[in-house]
């Protein structure tokens, strides 16, 4: 036999004790009218069917979630797999080029160094070595 819930009483027979709550709707229910399915409480088959439903509706949308998670973690993957046939292709044609790499790597830091250099004494060309504001200031720029 059901046990009596302290206080309540059943919405649909006031003079009788509720012994349990619908899962659904949360109405106080007693023994004659409590609905049991699938060893759930309800108060009604109105009830049992809307948790169905909804049961269904929540399954669906763990369903698709799953799916879109599924497709997150394939897309990764290929992602991943991308950067490391790009980093092993890389490497390949390195090593079977490394010479002329480096040759023009060493060009290309050659070149850089000429260019700074350029810049370095054409600015300080466009300097005036003397001027008064540079004799006034001079100790303060150091």
Same mark, same amino acid.
């Given at each position: 036999?059901? $046990?009596?819930? +302290? %206080?309540?009483?059943? &919405? +649909? ?7 349990? #709550?619908?899962?659904?709707?949360? /109405? ?10 699938? %060893?759930?409480? @309800?108060? !009604?088959?109105?009830?049992?069917? !809307?948790?169905?439903?909804? %049961? !269904?509706?929540?399954?669906?949308? *763990? ?5 879109? $998670? ?22 390949? @044609? @390195? /090593?079977?080029? /490394?010479?002329? *790499?480096?040759?023009?790597?060493? +060009? ?16 300080? /060309?466009? &300097? ?8 006034? #200031? $001079? %100790?303060?720029?150091?």
């Amino acid at each position: 036999m059901a $046990e009596k819930i +302290n %206080g309540s009483v059943c &919405l +649909n027979h006031p003079d009788t004790p509720a012994v349990a #709550h619908c899962a659904v709707c949360r /109405k106080p229910v007693c023994q004659e009218c409590q609905k049991i399915y699938e %060893g759930v409480t @309800y108060c !009604s088959k109105e009830c049992y069917e !809307s948790a169905k439903r909804t %049961g !269904s509706m929540v399954d669906d949308v *763990i369903k698709k979630r799953k799916a879109v $998670e599924l497709k997150r973690k394939i897309r990764n993957i290929i992602i991943l797999l991308i950067i490391i046939a790009l980093a092993f292709a890389g490497w390949t @044609y @390195y /090593k079977k080029n /490394k010479s002329t *790499i480096d040759a023009k790597a060493k +060009n290309l830091k050659q070149q850089t160094e000429k260019t700074i250099n350029d810049s370095k004494k054409s600015i300080d /060309k466009g &300097l005036i070595k003397d001027s008064k504001y540079k004799k006034e #200031h $001079e %100790g303060l720029l150091k």
